[in-house]
């Protein structure tokens, strides 16, 4: 499939580290890395990493309707999430909102508009409503994040890439065995990082 899409034109590839293991794009970039020679120009690798996921908590019976314009309130306290609250599960977030913010939640579907925030809570108003359940996404529209947007799981991502992508070589010669090496050693940090 690769040697198809390079053929049809594919100078660029994007590998997201939201999705598989370190092992399996570390493979991709060998694979990447191996088929330059053959195909007689690099191919670019943009890696995607992951970042901070803020996500609801739980709530009662898994799922709550929420109607637009009604009011509702995100809280950095635990509670069962209903139609009219629910918990975030990114404890300093909450301090970061201010009176205009727009908070997306399941991938944009349902989105508020928050009024106030007080305390441990973001009073909102629903500006687009539909149903939302437990541990749906939350995305925060041009508010920064409290925390680096680096996780840790990102910080091995670009480990394993670029210890997999720098084998030592110029473009065009041969993979060579550090490449390899550098696969292996990515898998090895993968895993001692999940356990």
Do not use: Y
């Not at 939640?105 to 349902?110: E, L, R, T, V």
């Not at 990102?154 to 670029?162: I, K, Q, V």
């Amino acid at each position: 499939m690769l040697r198809k899409l390079v053929k049809a034109g594919m100078d660029v590839a994007r590998l997201n580290f939201s999705h598989g293991t370190h092992e399996e794009h570390a493979a991709a970039i060998l694979a990447i890395r191996e088929g330059e020679e053959e195909w007689g120009h690099p191919v670019t690798i943009i890696q995607d990493l992951q970042g901070p996921k803020v996500r609801l908590c739980n709530f009662v019976g898994g799922r709550a309707m929420l109607l637009m314009g009604e009011s509702f309130v995100l809280t950095d306290e635990t509670v069962l999430g209903t139609a009219a609250r629910a918990s975030l599960d990114h404890p300093r977030l909450i301090a970061s909102l201010k009176p205009g913010d727009q908070i997306w939640m399941d991938d944009g579907a349902i989105q508020l508009v928050v009024e106030r925030v007080e305390g441990h809570e973001a009073h909102c108003r629903v500006a687009a409503g539909g149903v939302v359940s437990d541990h749906k996404g939350v995305s925060l529209q041009g508010v920064p994040l409290p925390d680096s947007c680096l996780t840790a799981k990102d910080t091995t991502s670009r480990r394993c890439a670029s210890s997999s992508s720098s084998s030592g070589r110029t473009f065009p010669s041969s993979p060579s065995s550090s490449a390899r090496r550098s696969s292996a050693t990515c898998r090895a940090s993968w895993r001692s990082s999940t356990r």
